[in-house]
């Protein structure tokens, strides 16, 4: 049983955050996320984008400390332009795209805010156990969201302690911010509206929900019925084993040779 409690009521200090839905790791083809059980295993995130440059870097040096308007308006933009334009020049598919999610990652996120993350794959190779019998011994139907909050803002080009580059290669392997766990919920369970946006609009690798989209954020908290330490009891959440693909490709080597979405 999932022990349905409330656990959020979405109000106080959150008013004040913001709500970033992270896509990073799943692959539609294979019907695989990677980054799921890999992120909470080890409480840290990273989008997955290509390593910042020399002029990135410097542009981010610049903007680091500054305050957070700043660093969400004029950061952004200079950060965004050198990233494109390094992307562009190193033949980087829609490097404009992968430039605004990139630059927002470093200059619009910050400690305190809160990352959502979903599962809708009952088929995923490497389908946390945690996940397989959550819904009275089966995969919940739907799938599920999970929400942790930052605790130590992303660095570019940083490393994540505890996963070696073998899982998915160095490519990827990079800027992480570190986050606790708020609690999971049943996607079921959320409202038409809130489900559609979740599901369909935030579809890009990273999106941080529009001002005008707060009640989703509310309500995301608000249905929150597994506790951090119910997770815990059952063994906590971390993919399995991988599983032979159906074309005879080993699936680690699928996923560290995929280009994600």
Known sequence: STNSTNISDGGGGDDLCSCVHVNTFLQSKTKSNFGFGLF???????VGFHRLGQTALAVYEQFKNKDAGERKTEGYQALFKALRDELKANGVPNPSSEAAQSAAWFMKVKVGDLIVMRHIYDRCPVLP????TLDEGTYPEGGVYSIVRITEAPVPNSTCVGIPD???????????CKTKPEGMGLIRNLDDTTREYLLRICVPTMAIFKEDKEEHKKELLRKLTITPEAVQQRGGIKNSALRPSRSGTPVGEIIRDMEFE
């Open 40 to 46: 909470h295993e080890h409480n840290q995130v990273t």
């Open 129 to 132: 156990d945690f996940l397989r």
């Open 166 to 176: 073998t899982e998915f290669g160095s490519k990827w392997n990079h800027s992480y």
